[in-house]
């Protein structure tokens, strides 16, 4: 099996240097900007070509979940190592997700998902929903486009607000309502499919932890969940990824309530940094299931030989200033240390002290 890593060019060229240390080749696609490396199409399968690459795992990010490069790569007879770009297409947006999730038979909460936008439609969906609500740009994700009105008075001003962080993000600034769930826990299913038709799950993670919207703690299997919710937990996501055809691995997340009811929020179509919490507790290897089903093959194993034992947690560390109010931070990375890697520890980096963050 051939081998390759791409990296990019300067101070931030930290994934070659890492990556390119254990692979058998390594390939620069430009500088640290990602619109000028990792998103750069044009470049990636160029480099594919030379390489006589005959497939492309688009890793966590950048390309993983975009339906252009997923057709781009069918066109060039290279193996997308993901999803079919239906299944990206569908569940990028949020109400079209939710439409097919409520088709399915998949539980999701009470929300307008329509076409009409105007502020007075969307404040009259509001007030039937009942406050206090989400407002949710329906494309994107990292919590962007996301915010809370817990009263009529604050609604067309949170609204605005989302309105105008989506059109930056995702220069699309189409909103969804959805009723707001007080202490709500975020829980999302680990699923995979095949192109056979089967489909399993490998149990939650509970990513309730977090700050701005992005995940700092992974828990797996999820605190206080009881063995029926997890079986419904994971039938509802496999229902998701078979309404989609889904294949590859992928990631059902649900919003859970105070007495462990669940409503679908979004699919994610692709490998998630959160997965390595998974693969502890069930003994599996994510990354060589996605390889063996891209080739071709079935899952290797059924939904009854997949076995949940102990329980595991992943810390994700963020450059941040806690004298501004954890804001991302940038510069030089002066002390990084980790304690040594064993059999209940994994340790996964793409800095290096001394590395310096733009």
């Not at 795992?57 to 007879?77: I, M, R, V």
């Not at 290797?300 to 560390?317: D, M, N, Y």
């Amino acid at each position: 099996m051939r081998r390759g890593v791409l990296g990019t060019r300067d101070t931030a060229a930290t994934s070659l240097d890492l990556d390119g240390a254990q692979a058998d080749e390594a390939y620069l696609i430009g500088p640290a900007a990602s619109q000028q490396s990792y998103l750069a199409m044009d470049k990636i399968m160029r480099v594919a070509k030379s390489s006589c690459a005959q497939a492309i795992h688009p890793g966590y990010g950048f390309l993983s979940e975009n339906t252009e490069f997923a057709e781009l790569c069918k066109k060039e007879n290279i193996i997308f190592i993901g999803p079919p770009s239906s299944a990206i297409r569908d569940m990028g947006i949020k109400s079209t997700s939710k439409s097919i999730m409520s088709a399915a038979g998949v539980p999701i909460i009470e929300g307008y998902h329509g076409e009409e936008q105007s502020d007075q439609h969307l404040q009259e969906q509001a007030r039937r929903i009942g406050y206090p609500v989400m407002i949710k740009a329906v494309r994107g994700g990292g919590g962007k486009g996301m915010r809370i009105a817990r009263s009529e008075e604050e609604f067309v001003e949170q609204l605005e607000s989302a309105r105008r962080e989506a059109r930056k993000s995702f220069n699309d600034d189409v909103m969804l309502i959805e009723k707001f769930v007080d202490n709500p826990r975020h829980v999302e299913v680990q699923v995979f499919g095949d192109q056979h038709g089967n489909a399993v799950y490998l149990f939650e993670r509970d990513c309730s932890v977090q700050r701005r919207h992005q995940k700092i703690i992974e828990e797996a299997p999820g605190p206080g969940i009881s063995p029926e919710v997890r079986r419904k937990l994971g039938e509802a996501a496999v229902k998701a990824a078979k309404a989609v055809n889904y294949v590859g691995a992928g990631t059902v997340e649900f919003i859970m309530d105070s007495q462990q009811n669940f409503y679908f929020m979004e699919m994610n179509t692709r490998l998630q940094v959160e997965h390595p919490v998974t693969e502890m507790i069930t003994g599996t290897d994510l990354v060589e299931w996605q390889l063996r089903v891209a080739a071709g093959e079935r899952i290797p194993v059924t939904q009854e030989e997949i076995t949940l034992s102990g329980h595991a947690f992943e810390a994700r560390i963020y450059a941040e200033d806690p004298n501004n109010n954890f804001m991302p931070g940038a510069g030089p990375l002066l002390h990084l240390s980790t304690p040594p890697a064993d059999l209940y520890t994994r340790i996964e980096t793409g800095v290096r002290q001394g590395d310096h963050a733009c």
